[in-house]
């Protein structure tokens, strides 16, 4: 482990064996366009948040969930979301993949299951809508995370997620992979699409990711 600009970093090699940093490959004013959007949201979604939290909280665990993903240049951020899963996921998920063969294969394939046996009932409605995405505003305005990029991957993924586009650029609450059709995207094609990002981003395009992403999220929470 390094650290990037104080922060705790996946050393990034180059094609020299030598540590590495990825070039900053932001358009101009992207992080403006974060930083002003999320001002101009923030005090309607506050409460919308606040609403969704108490209901998730109706189990008795903690309403949000703090996760480790890896940022831009490989740093390690944590990533917060609305809890989604039952508090004992790590040892549902591996008792399940152990009873379930199959289940294994599509984890170790997509690092996602079809069919979760961690979340629960509101979580489900809140993944189905992307409603659980919403606290992640936090990590935009922090400078962590963009309105739109990459999914952020997890610390243990980073081993295995093929690509450098990736990490030169922030993660984003949407993006290419997270309107297409999730579960059957594999690792190796989630690449792909980081690095056409990369190539094309501009404003126009975020403002298109952003508005499918309203439509999806409108069409899927019938509205």
């Known amino acids: 482990m390094t650290y990037v600009l104080g922060k705790p970093s996946i ?12 070039a900053d490959s932001d358009y101009s004013g992207k992080r403006l366009f974060d930083f002003l959007a999320v001002l101009a949201v923030m005090p309607f979604l506050l409460v919308l948040i606040g609403v969704l939290a108490c209901l998730v909280a109706l189990d008795g665990a903690n309403p949000f969930f703090l996760q480790r993903r890896v940022g831009r240049d490989g740093s390690v951020f944590q990533m917060i979301k609305l809890r989604t899963m ?4 790590q040892a549902r998920l591996e008792e399940y993949l152990a009873a ?4 294994r294969v599509e984890w170790d394939l997509y690092q996602k299951l079809s069919h979760d046996p961690r979340i629960t009932r509101i979580g489900r409605i ?9 606290p992640q505003l936090f990590n935009v305005f922090s400078g962590d995370m963009s309105l739109v990029g990459p999914r952020p991957i997890m610390v243990e993924q980073a081993e295995i997620y093929p690509g450098r586009a990736y990490y030169r ?4 609450i949407t993006g290419p992979w997270q309107v297409s059709d999730r579960n059957a995207v594999s690792f190796v094609e989630r690449a792909k699409y980081d ?6 981003q501009s404003l126009l395009v975020d403002l298109g990711y952003i ?4 439509g999806a999220v409108c069409r899927m929470s019938g509205c």
């Open 169 to 172: 650029m922030r993660p984003g």
């Open 211 to 214: 508005f499918r992403t309203f």
């Open 126 to 134: 809140l993944r189905k809508t992307s409603l659980d995405e919403l």
């Open 195 to 200: 690095l056409l990002y990369l190539q094309r």
């Open 100 to 103: 379930n063969p199959s289940a």
């Open 11 to 22: 050393l990034l090699q180059g094609l020299d064996g030598h540590p590495q940093a990825a």
């Open 86 to 89: 039952v508090p004992d996921a």
